[in-house]
């Protein structure tokens, strides 16, 4: 078989396909592109609900026998699976295109999430876990390099912010379906827990078919060489315009000129990393990793929180989730506007700066001993309406400050790297603070998460890009250009 040639060997493509995107309405086709792909938020939402509204099932379950530590572990093993996911799928998104990843991802989430269903153990629970977060991990870079390259530039900040956030409908959903399953009165607890993630297997199904519909990225087909797909694609597209009557504007941006290639050297990819873009690099880790610990920390382990300080029983968890998440939901979708038109630095520097400070007086309000488990879940609501647009926002600002040839493998990495250091232990670590019963400890813990948002805060205010506005080849210019 004849070897691909190396990048500098392939030919030129000048192209006006990035302009003609740009120049789109908003209309049912974004719609779908957002409904389709951004489902995946929906989906880790529910995952991670799952996990912790199922925490007293899983003590309880004949098979499992789970103590405070081990449901802290498994929420480690799925991030952990996630971290490696996203590295990996990263890497392929990349190189063999945005479609053909996010179908592979989904498939292994939904495999994934109906065999935690049918767990036997706890070393077969954790396995299934992890390979459930490797599938949501693929799906962070799979799914959001699409959506970027995909949606107009002066759309692209609440579009993002807000299918981010859908992350808390599966949350809400997620719930819901706890109430349901978990209610000893409807189903034995051994059976309600496996049949919840049975239920995110069956969402997964229809994600699956869901996506039958969608185009692979035009700019990915056009730095790959293949122009005459990538200008079928788009025609297609414009088709569907003109046939709802849209007049489409001509297309204001210039023409660009690439060298297509078959896939990006390492070399290329350090050299962004730490060379041309460490400013941003170093951004996008603060932020990533401020906000994995932040949330991985508390929300993994909310239920054990609200049974070992309020006594609330398994079953009535979901009803405290369910509000969480509807203010979890509503940060995103009352503030994302501003990311476009407030601008990026300014609005990454508020989110992250009121949600660490409202953590600290939500804190020593717990430490204190004033709050019951409704005044608490009011506090979390009121934290996190500002902490889930700053989470959100920086997952947009990783995926959209980077070239289009490493831009999969950006998100990845940064997901990986964020996660790893944020995030990962952080369950594990909060379980262990919640099993000591000693309210000192757990505030040592909500303070740490609340100064490393400040932290956050100070470097988005300083250094982070202002990318509001600007379609994705200015505001980092493609590896290949040859402008």
Same mark, same amino acid.
């Given at each position: 078989?004849?070897? %691909?040639?190396?990048?500098?060997?392939?030919?030129?493509?000048?192209?006006?396909?990035?302009?003609?995107l740009?120049r789109?309405?908003?209309?049912?086709?974004?719609r779908?592109?957002?409904?389709?792909?951004? +489902?995946?938020?929906?989906?880790?939402?529910?995952?991670v609900?799952?996990?912790?509204? &199922?925490?007293?099932?899983?003590?309880?379950?004949p098979?499992?026998?789970?103590?405070?530590?081990?449901?802290?572990?498994?929420?480690?093993?799925? $991030?952990?699976?996630?971290?490696l996911?996203?590295?990996?799928?990263?890497?392929?998104?990349?190189?063999l295109?945005?479609?053909?990843?996010?179908?592979?991802?989904?498939?292994?989430?939904l +495999?994934?999430t109906?065999?935690?269903?049918l767990?036997?153990?706890?070393?077969?629970?954790?396995?299934?876990?992890?390979?459930?977060g490797?599938?949501?991990?693929?799906e962070?870079?799979?799914? /959001?390099?699409?959506?970027?390259?995909?949606?107009?530039?002066?759309y692209r900040g609440?579009?993002?912010?807000?299918?981010?956030?859908?992350f808390?409908?599966?949350?809400?959903?997620? %719930?819901?379906?706890?109430?349901?399953?978990l209610n000893?009165?409807?189903?034995?607890?051994?059976?309600g827990?496996?049949?919840?993630?049975?239920a995110?297997?069956?969402?997964?199904?229809?994600?699956?078919?869901?996506?039958?519909?969608?185009p692979?990225?035009p700019?990915?087909?056009?730095?790959?060489?293949?122009?005459?797909?990538?200008?079928?694609?788009?025609?297609?597209?414009?088709?569907?315009f003109?046939?709802?009557?849209?007049?489409?504007?001509?297309?204001?941006?210039?023409?660009?000129r690439?060298?297509?290639?078959?896939?990006?050297?390492?070399?290329?990819?350090?050299?962004?990393?730490?060379?041309?873009?460490?400013?941003?690099?170093?951004?996008?880790?603060? $932020?990533?990793?401020a906000?994995?610990?932040?949330?991985?920390a508390?929300?993994?382990?909310?239920?054990?929180?609200l %049974?070992?300080?309020?006594?609330?029983?398994?079953?009535?968890?979901?009803?405290? +989730?369910?509000?969480?998440?509807?203010?979890?939901?509503?940060?995103?979708?009352?503030?994302?506007?501003?990311?476009?038109?407030?601008?990026?630095?300014?609005?990454l520097?508020l989110?992250?700066?009121?949600?660490?400070?409202?953590?600290?007086?939500? %804190?020593?309000?717990?430490?204190?001993?004033?709050l /019951?488990?409704?005044?608490?879940?009011?506090?979390?609501?009121?934290?996190?309406?500002?902490?889930?647009?700053?989470?959100?926002?920086?997952?947009?600002?990783?995926?959209?400050?980077?070239?289009?040839?490493i831009?999969?493998?950006?998100?990845?990495?940064?997901?990986?790297? =964020?996660?790893?250091?944020?995030g990962?232990?952080?369950?594990?670590l909060?379980?262990?603070?919640?099993?000591?019963?000693?309210?000192?400890?757990?505030?040592?813990?909500y303070?740490?998460?609340? &100064?490393?948002?400040? =932290?956050?805060?100070? +470097?988005a205010?300083?250094?982070?890009?202002?990318?509001?506005?600007?379609?994705?080849?200015?505001?980092?210019?493609?590896?290949?250009?040859?402008?």
């Amino acid at each position: 078989m004849r070897s %691909a040639a190396p990048p500098e060997t392939r030919h030129i493509v000048e192209t006006d396909i990035p302009a003609r995107l740009e120049r789109l309405p908003w209309s049912g086709f974004h719609r779908l592109v957002a409904a389709a792909l951004g +489902v995946t938020w929906i989906l880790d939402g529910l995952e991670v609900t799952l996990a912790g509204s &199922v925490a007293g099932a899983l003590r309880t379950s004949p098979a499992l026998a789970m103590n405070d530590s081990d449901v802290g572990l498994a929420g480690s093993a799925y $991030l952990a699976g996630a971290v490696l996911g996203a590295i990996l799928f990263g890497w392929l998104t990349d190189g063999l295109g945005r479609k053909k990843l996010f179908f592979i991802t989904i498939a292994v989430y939904l +495999v994934a999430t109906a065999l935690t269903g049918l767990a036997w153990s706890k070393a077969s629970f954790f396995v299934f876990r992890f390979l459930t977060g490797a599938g949501i991990g693929g799906e962070y870079s799979a799914i /959001n390099s699409t959506i970027q390259e995909l949606v107009p530039a002066r759309y692209r900040g609440f579009t993002d912010l807000v299918i981010n956030g859908g992350f808390w409908l599966g949350a809400a959903l997620g %719930a819901l379906v706890a109430i349901v399953l978990l209610n000893p009165a409807l189903l034995p607890p051994d059976l309600g827990w496996r049949l919840a993630f049975l239920a995110g297997a069956g969402i997964g199904l229809v994600v699956f078919l869901m996506r039958m519909w969608l185009p692979e990225s035009p700019r990915w087909l056009v730095l790959h060489g293949r122009e005459t797909e990538a200008e079928n694609v788009v025609a297609r597209i414009e088709r569907r315009f003109r046939d709802l009557g849209f007049a489409l504007p001509h297309a204001s941006e210039p023409r660009i000129r690439l060298r297509a290639r078959d896939r990006t050297p390492i070399r290329d990819v350090l050299n962004v990393m730490f060379r041309r873009y460490r400013r941003r690099a170093a951004v996008g880790l603060t $932020l990533m990793a401020a906000q994995a610990f932040f949330y991985n920390a508390i929300f993994f382990t909310y239920a054990l929180a609200l %049974a070992k300080f309020y006594h609330v029983r398994p079953e009535r968890v979901g009803w405290h +989730v369910l509000m969480f998440a509807i203010g979890n939901f509503l940060g995103p979708v009352v503030l994302g506007r501003l990311f476009d038109v407030w601008g990026r630095r300014m609005m990454l520097a508020l989110t992250y700066g009121l949600t660490g400070a409202l953590m600290i007086a939500c %804190a020593l309000l717990f430490l204190d001993d004033r709050l /019951n488990a409704f005044t608490q879940t009011l506090g979390w609501m009121t934290v996190f309406f500002f902490g889930s647009a700053a989470a959100s926002a920086a997952y947009l600002t990783v995926s959209e400050t980077f070239p289009i040839e490493i831009r999969a493998l950006a998100i990845g990495l940064f997901y990986a790297f =964020a996660t790893a250091i944020g995030g990962v232990a952080a369950p594990f670590l909060f379980g262990r603070l919640i099993g000591s019963g000693a309210r000192e400890n757990l505030f040592a813990g909500y303070l740490f998460a609340a &100064v490393l948002m400040l =932290a956050a805060a100070v +470097v988005a205010g300083a250094f982070a890009v202002a990318a509001e506005r600007k379609p994705l080849e200015q505001v980092a210019t493609p590896l290949s250009s040859e402008d």
